[in-house]
Structures are given as structure tokens and as C-alpha cells.
């Protein structure tokens, strides 16, 4: 008997955005409450690449893009460790996939490694692609999550700076990603939509409480250095994780509609844990 883990395989997505929350908070925080001589450590000590008595502008500076790099590297993690959780997802699949054929011939094991290795060579968005198409495994914020990738690709081949490989079919750089909102309707019949940062909220009167995943977006222009601020990540974080969660239901309902049974450890209906 197969056994997958889905939650295992969650995991792996659910740890990067952890680690993402995590360490934004760490870094944000110790780059505002650096002193002068924090970027000091005491291994290799006997190395000087800086002189020890920078100016206060200099460590002031330093501080910010400090906070900076922290963000963007915070959504680096994100994005690759989403990357390797959809190629442990079409690796389950295609388990499944080879278990209702009922086949293992020589060939069969060839063309299984060869979709394995060409989908290890996809970016995030054909990954999603080959889900979709290949499995009909979905994520209805996956174009959130395609976005972040071009953002990605822009930290890490332009050094932030948007070129015009980073537009796609559109005139700016575009992130986008979904954040819980609370709305209702003034009197006159107008949309409320309240600040979730400031709470409590006082609705007009009379006004239902409403929630819903409202579009964020940060537009960059070619030469506009791309530059998230933490709370941004943090919003980021949150649409990753129903991302993820979007994709673990989707290759569930593939799974039932190949015939597997969803057992736990313990022998009970309906966990995450499929064995074929």
C-alpha cells in the first residue's frame, strides 16, 4: 500500500511561510533597535572590510536597506519553498496517476521520470499550469502567487530594480494578493469598507458586517526600485497560505476522483492522509 502525506507535503510550503513571518519580525525589529556597533560579530574578528567608525549616516542607511533586505528575502523564501511544495504535488499526483493505471512497465517508469524532470525545469506559473491541465489540481490565488514569482525574479536578476522582462503583458510591475476585508453600506447605499488596522471598527448604522478577500496590489514602473513594506509581507504571507490550502483541497478531490481512499493514521475518514 502507497501512503502520502498530504500534510507532509503542506509542510513543506507552510514552513517557508513561516519562517518568512518569523524572520520579517526578527529582522524588522533588530534593524530599528541596531546600535553603532551591532554589524560588529566576533568570529573572524581579525577581518576589516569596514572601517570601524562609520558615520552615523552611513549606519543610518544601513539600518533601512537592513529592513529592506530583510523583506525581500522574506518573500524570496515564500516563493521558492511554494515551488518545491508543487513539485512534491505532481510528484503525489502522478503516484496516483501511475496507481490507477495499474501499469509499471519500463516505459511507463521512463515517461513518469521525464514529466518528473521537465516539471522540476517550470517556473511557478507553468507549474500551475501543468497542475491545472494535467490533474485539474487548482488554485484560484495562483495568479497572486505568479506575481510574486515576477517580483522574485526582479530581486534577484535585477537587483530590485524593475526592467522591462519583469512587465509581462502589462505596463508596470504588478503585485497582487488577497487580505480579509470587513465592509458593509453607508445609508445611501454606498460600499463601507473598514480599516482592519485600526480596530475596533464602527460601521454606519444599520450596516451588516461583511467579510471577504479584497485585491491588494503594488503597481512598480520600469526604473522603480521594488520595495515591499514588512506589513505588505505580512498580507503576502496570509495569501500564500490560501494559496497553499487551495492547492492541498484540489489534489484531495483529484485523489477521490482517481479512487482513492482518504484514511488517517488511525483508520478515520476524511484526513489527509491518502493511501492507495
Not at 108 to 126: P, W
Request: proline letters at 3%.
Amino acid at each position: 500500500m502507497t501512503v502520502i502525506d498530504v500534510d507532509a507535503i503542506v509542510n513543506t510550503a507552510f514552513t517557508g511561510i513561516n519562517r518568512t513571518w518569523l524572520f520579517l519580525g526578527l529582522g524588522v525589529n533588530c534593524a530599528a533597535a541596531a546600535e553603532r556597533t551591532d554589524f560588529e560579530i566576533a568570529d573572524a574578528s581579525y577581518l576589516r572590510l569596514l572601517p570601524d567608525d562609520l558615520p552615523d549616516a552611513t549606519l543610518a542607511e544601513a539600518r533601512a536597506e537592513f529592513g529592506v533586505w530583510i523583506v525581500c528575502n522574506g518573500l524570496r523564501e515564500a516563493i521558492d519553498t511554494f515551488d518545491v511544495f508543487l513539485g512534491k504535488v505532481q510528484l503525489a499526483a502522478l503516484s496516483v496517476e501511475t496507481w490507477k493505471a495499474g501499469v509499471s512497465s519500463e516505459a511507463e517508469v521512463a515517461r513518469y521520470n521525464k514529466r518528473v524532470a521537465g516539471f522540476s525545469r517550470l517556473g511557478t506559473e507553468k507549474r500551475l499550469t501543468s497542475l491545472a491541465h494535467d490533474f485539474d489540481i487548482t488554485a484560484e490565488y495562483g495568479p497572486d502567487i505568479v506575481s510574486m514569482r515576477r517580483g522574485r525574479n526582479c530581486l534577484t536578476h535585477r537587483l530590485g530594480v524593475v526592467g522591462t522582462e519583469d512587465l509581462g503583458p502589462y505596463s508596470q510591475l504588478t503585485l497582487q494578493w488577497h487580505m480579509i476585508e470587513l465592509y458593509g453600506w453607508h445609508t445611501d447605499g454606498s460600499e463601507f469598507v473598514a480599516a482592519v488596522d485600526s480596530l475596533p471598527v464602527a460601521f454606519p448604522e444599520a450596516s451588516p458586517v461583511n467579510m471577504r478577500h479584497g485585491l491588494r496590489e503594488h503597481k512598480f514602473a520600469v526604473g522603480e526600485r521594488l520595495v515591499l513594506l514588512p506589513a505588505e509581507l505580512k498580507e503576502i504571507c496570509y495569501t500564500f497560505r490560501l494559496a497553499i490550502d487551495q492547492v492541498r483541497l484540489s489534489f484531495i478531490s483529484y485523489a477521490k476522483r482517481m479512487g482513492v481512499q482518504q484514511v488517517d493514521r488511525s483508520g478515520n475518514p476524511e484526513s489527509d492522509v491518502a493511501s492507495t
